[in-house]
């Protein structure tokens, strides 16, 4: 079975403070990670995943196998970061493509 | 771009109605979802598609059903709605075989049922 947890349901910071989005993950195969993210009054989109290993807009994650986690960080967040975001598996050896998602953590930084 | 447009942003139906959620994709996409979003429960996936005609249950799939008869259009059907089904429902596409996994969402339809 593959399950995604978000520990953190809302978490706030200042503009300006480093941010962290937990992300823990209990799948015995072959995982790909994903960050997705909802603005307010926007569809939910791709941030990153971890195949990739890039940053976008000053995020990064990095998939930690013996922790198994896929934390997103971000070193000075910004306001306009104020979001829900969605950590998500795939059975990277599936084609059938679907994501097993996290419950969100709500993400709002402060000015 | 890719485009998966919902039909309906906002419904609302009385309990025991039948509900349509149409959503329809430009990509020629293999695979389909319907996804629920609830606050606190994060999105859970009631059916998926991967090809037309073909369905797949997924995590919630009771009380609801589905319909892909053309490739480009997924279709969400609740047959008799109830005020549980009060959400909002979330369609997105895919590539198939080959594809990077990344899902493509619609704006949603907020459904309420009275």
């Known amino acids: 079975a593959q399950r995604v947890t978000q520990p953190e349901k809302l978490l706030s910071v200042f503009k300006g403070a480093p941010v962290e989005l937990k992300c823990n993950y209990s799948?015995?195969?072959?995982?790909?990670l994903f960050w997705y993210v909802q603005y307010s009054r926007q569809r939910l989109q791709l941030l990153l995943r971890?195949?990739s290993r890039e940053s976008i807009k000053g995020f990064t994650a990095d998939l930690n196998k013996g922790e198994t986690s896929f934390h997103l960080k971000k070193p000075f967040a910004q306001e306009e970061d104020s979001a829900m975001y969605y950590c998500?598996?795939?059975?990277?050896?599936?084609?059938?493509?679907?994501?097993?998602f996290g419950r969100g953590t709500q993400l709002t930084v402060w000015p | 771009d890719v485009k998966v447009t919902q039909s309906s942003r906002y419904l609302v139906k009385r309990t025991g109605e039948k509900v349509f959620l149409e959503c329809v994709q430009d990509?020629?996409?293999?695979?389909m979802f319907w996804y629920r979003q609830d606050p606190g429960l994060g999105l859970r996936l009631i059916y998926f598609?991967?090809?037309?005609?073909?369905?797949e249950k997924g995590d919630i799939p009771e009380g609801y059903s589905v319909s892909r008869e053309k490739k480009e259009r997924f279709s969400l059907i609740l047959e008799s709605a109830s005020t549980n089904q009060t959400s909002m429902y979330l369609c997105?596409?895919?590539?198939?075989?080959?594809?990077?996994?990344?899902?493509?969402f619609g704006e949603g339809s907020r459904l309420t049922v009275l």
């Open positions: 997105a596409s895919s590539l198939g075989t080959g594809g990077s996994g990344e899902l493509f």
């Open positions: 799948y015995s195969g072959s995982p790909e």
């Open positions: 971890h195949i």
């Open positions: 998500a598996l795939r059975d990277r050896g599936s084609t059938l493509g679907r994501l097993y």
């Open positions: 990509m020629d996409h293999e695979n």
């Open positions: 598609s991967y090809d037309v005609k073909m369905k």
